[in-house]
């Protein structure tokens, strides 16, 4: 479904929670141009645990996402979210930009995180960012779950449980 503005779609989960492999997904069906801090820093062969530099390429690649969309590109921002203000944030830059704005929240508990991590960090996938359990405590404890009211403010959203090819559809675009 092709709307007059673009989309700016958007992500919110922490790491291990199927950001990733959705956002491929969507590219690949014509849903925007992706944008992945992680697949850049990694191209750079700038090491992950340089925050500072993470930082500064987050807000540059966000910023081309804003000149993307102005153009009228749908883009698929595959950032975690974690934040309340980080998605008021972008739902505001959407707004202002002319854009629509999707959401897609992952909602699955710390335990099914470290399962899937943990078996990410011991396969070795290339590109994937290596996490300990020490670290993802520490995402966890800073994110922030939207809640309904929050949800509501997007032009659609989607929830996505850890039930392998579940998607709960709690609001269509309107």
């Not at 956002?23 to 062969?45: F, M, N, P, Y």
């Not at 930009?97 to 078996?119: C, K, Y």
Request: proline content about 3%; charged content about 30%.
């Amino acid at each position: 479904m092709r709307f007059n503005k673009p989309t700016l779609v958007l992500f919110c989960g922490p790491p291990g929670s199927g950001k990733t492999t959705l956002a491929k997904d969507l590219e690949v069906r014509g849903h925007g141009l992706r944008i992945c801090t992680d697949d850049w820093q990694e191209s750079l062969s700038i090491d992950h645990s340089d925050g500072g530099f993470h930082e500064r390429l987050q807000t540059r690649l966000y910023r081309h996402a804003l000149q993307l969309l102005e153009h009228g590109q749908d883009v698929i921002l595959e950032d975690g979210l974690w934040m309340k203000a980080e998605r008021d944030e972008k739902l505001a830059d959407a707004r202002r930009s002319g854009a629509r704005a999707v959401l897609h929240l992952f909602d699955l508990t710390f335990e099914q995180l470290w399962t899937r991590i943990n078996n990410r960090n011991s396969q070795g996938i290339e590109g994937a960012v290596r996490i300990d359990r020490s670290h993802l405590e520490r995402i966890w404890s800073v994110f922030e779950k939207p809640d309904p009211s929050e949800l509501a403010l997007f032009d659609s959203y989607e929830i996505h449980t850890a039930v392998a090819g579940s998607r709960d559809t709690e609001r269509t675009a309107t």
